[in-house]
């Protein structure tokens, strides 16, 4: 209108909102992976291959009543020296139920050789063990808005424990699919990475050592003495030391 000073108006945007545009852009587009992590050889090969993969990792844990509780320190170390985002560590009282000699009162198996520990499913096998871990992965991931979970199963070495076989985590995985808003929105399409499955336990090591995965910080034992000390004779000892063996790579 004639006579009327025109006026440029200017919107101001508050510091804070956009530290908060900023901090929403950045999480929609990292990838975040959920790496369970029991603090053996194998978990911690898997985590160091995630963040190799450019991963955010966020590390679940369990502290299930198992003898060998003292892998939780070893996880914690881990998580500390490979960068994770956040560590968790979930109580689930496994020792309720009993059915393993890692949560009862049964005695570990010693001094087996590689073919006797290939017959028939194993006392230290847990029953519903990775479907209950995977499951609270599961929901951490969901809430995340993550499509990915790290689990560091072999059926080579292991080929005892039915929860470890490529057919298990086929079937897991469409399940997840199914059971999860994000599944069935159609947001995201969760897939569970298992890039031990197929390796050897030598072909493990050779990995992590690639990795530069800490070995030290590891432990494996499942019947471990006074500090923690590996009794050496269990088959988790026992194919630690022929993976390093075979490997030719020194445990340390």
């Not at 020296?81 to 570990?108: M, N, P």
């Not at 690639?210 to 009794?231: A, I, K, Q, W």
Request: aromatic share 10%; with cysteine; glycine share 10%.
């Amino acid at each position: 209108m004639a006579g009327r000073p025109f006026r440029f108006w200017r919107l101001v945007v508050q510091p804070e909102a956009v530290r908060f545009a900023r901090r929403t852009l950045h999480w929609k587009r990292v990838k975040r992976a959920v790496c369970l992590l029991s603090g053996g050889l194998d978990s911690a090969t898997c985590l160091a291959l995630a963040r190799r993969e450019s991963f955010a990792c966020y590390a679940i844990s369990y502290d299930y009543g198992q003898r060998h509780i003292i892998e939780l320190d070893a996880a914690s170390r881990l998580a500390a020296t490979l960068g994770v985002e956040r560590h968790l560590i979930v109580k689930i009282d496994f020792g309720a139920f009993g059915g393993s000699a890692l949560t009862g009162g049964s005695e570990v198996p010693k001094a087996r050789t590689t073919e006797e520990m290939s017959q028939g499913i194993p006392a230290t096998y847990v029953p519903a063990r990775n479907t209950i871990f995977l499951s609270f992965a599961l929901a951490w991931a969901e809430v995340l808005e993550s499509s990915d979970i790290f689990i560091g199963v072999n059926a080579l070495d292991y080929s005892g424990y039915p929860d470890c076989r490529p057919e298990y985590i086929e079937a897991y995985e469409s399940m997840a699919n199914l059971a999860t808003k994000a599944g069935v929105e159609g947001g995201l399409r969760l897939q569970i990475h298992t890039p031990l499955l197929h390796l050897s336990k030598a072909g493990i090591v050779k990995l992590g050592h690639e990795l530069r995965v800490p070995f030290g910080l590891t432990h494996s034992c499942y019947d471990p003495g006074p500090g923690g000390r590996p009794c050496g004779q269990c088959d988790a000892c026992l194919l630690r030391a022929k993976g390093f063996q075979e490997a030719g790579i020194e445990d340390r």
